[in-house]
């Protein structure tokens, strides 16, 4: 391979990483690389409590995309799903804000609840959230979630 072919690819790396997939997104484009070889750093803004060796980060960004780790209502919250939801997007809001975004940024949302048949209430809360142009979201339903709760949620938002 050539020097001028190596460069031109890279050129044309450049160009999709920074402009082509946020346009055709309608988001802003991605920050400049920002180590001196061009490559993007992960950047993580939170490890979880209380471990040694976290599996995951709670939220962390790449380039000028922010992803959050589901988050849930937490372990032995009282109330019904709409209670979950509403605790549960606070948690997902505060993550963002953490991060330097907002819940007005999201782009993807994965909704994971125990039962489906809470679909409709899951809804009437995820309506007063997202307002507008709603990003993009999948919702499965029967899952048992690890902390008991009654929903989870995860999303990508930029900054």
Same mark, same amino acid.
């Given at each position: 391979? @050539? ?23 309608? &988001? ?12 993007l750093e992960k950047r993580v803004f939170r490890k979880p409590s209380g471990t040694q060796q976290p599996l995951f980060s709670p939220e962390l960004a790449y380039g000028?995309?922010?992803? &959050?780790? *589901?988050?849930?209502? *937490? ?7 709409? =209670? ?12 963002? #804000? ?5 819940? =007005? ?18 809804? =009437? ?10 990003? &993009?979201? @999948? @919702? ?7 902390? *008991?709760?009654? &929903? ?6 930029? #900054?």
């Amino acid at each position: 391979m @050539t020097k001028k072919t190596s460069a031109s690819q890279e050129t044309r790396r450049r160009f999709l990483a920074s402009a082509a997939l946020p346009m055709a997104l309608g &988001v802003p484009a991605l920050a400049a690389p920002s180590q001196a070889g061009g490559a993007l750093e992960k950047r993580v803004f939170r490890k979880p409590s209380g471990t040694q060796q976290p599996l995951f980060s709670p939220e962390l960004a790449y380039g000028n995309l922010v992803f &959050v780790a *589901g988050k849930g209502s *937490g372990a032995g919250f009282a109330g019904d799903v709409a =209670a979950h939801v509403t605790r549960t997007l606070d948690n997902v809001e505060q993550s963002l #804000i953490a991060a330097g975004s907002s819940m =007005a940024k999201v782009l993807k949302v994965n909704v994971y609840l125990h039962d489906i048949n809470d679909f409709a209430a899951m809804n =009437a809360v995820y309506r007063t959230r997202f307002q507008g142009d709603p990003p &993009v979201r @999948t @919702t499965i339903g029967g899952v048992d979630m690890p902390d *008991g709760g009654l &929903v989870e949620i995860d999303c990508i938002a930029y #900054i």
